[in-house]
Nanobody, 126 residues
Framework: QVQLVESGGGLVQPGGSLTLSCSIS????????IGWFRQASGKDPEGIAC????????VYADSEEGRFTISADNARNTAYLQMNSLKIEDTGVYFC???????????????????WGQGTQVTVSS
């Protein structure tokens, strides 16, 4: 399987910014897309953003577009999520995940992703 390790979470005030990193080891497995998900306390994970590996085309959830930016550094095998204008409701555990087989644009549906990291906690609080 693909190995993913998230980092960069922490405590931030509303309106602040934070950048999350996802280190990826493919182990020869096909990686068509990378996705970022957020799991709030007591809720299922929700898709935030994803990026197609072939050309870097991103897809964002409507609530996050304009505030969050997904990117990747292929030479370092690392994906990023830049988070700006953070809100209290952005609090949760953030996961990166791999979609091994993609048709068209990447998807924010949890069921499409095959490999997951352990997550990193982001807390937005005053």
């Amino acid at each position: 399987q693909v190995q993913l390790v998230e980092s960069g979470g922490g405590l931030v005030q509303p309106g602040g910014s934070l950048t999350l990193s996802c280190s990826i080891s493919t182990n020869g497995v096909r990686v068509d897309a990378i996705g970022w998900f957020r799991q709030a306390s007591g809720k299922d994970p929700e898709g935030i953003a994803c990026m197609r590996s072939s050309d870097g085309k991103p897809v964002y959830a409507d609530s996050e577009e304009g505030r969050f930016t997904i990117s990747a550094d292929n030479a370092r095998n690392t994906a990023y999520l830049q988070m700006n204008s953070l809100k209290i409701e952005d609090t949760g555990v953030y996961f990166c995940a791999v979609d091994r087989w993609l048709s068209g644009s990447c998807t924010l549906r949890e069921s499409a992703y095959n490999d997951w990291g352990q997550g990193t906690q982001v807390t937005v609080s005053s």
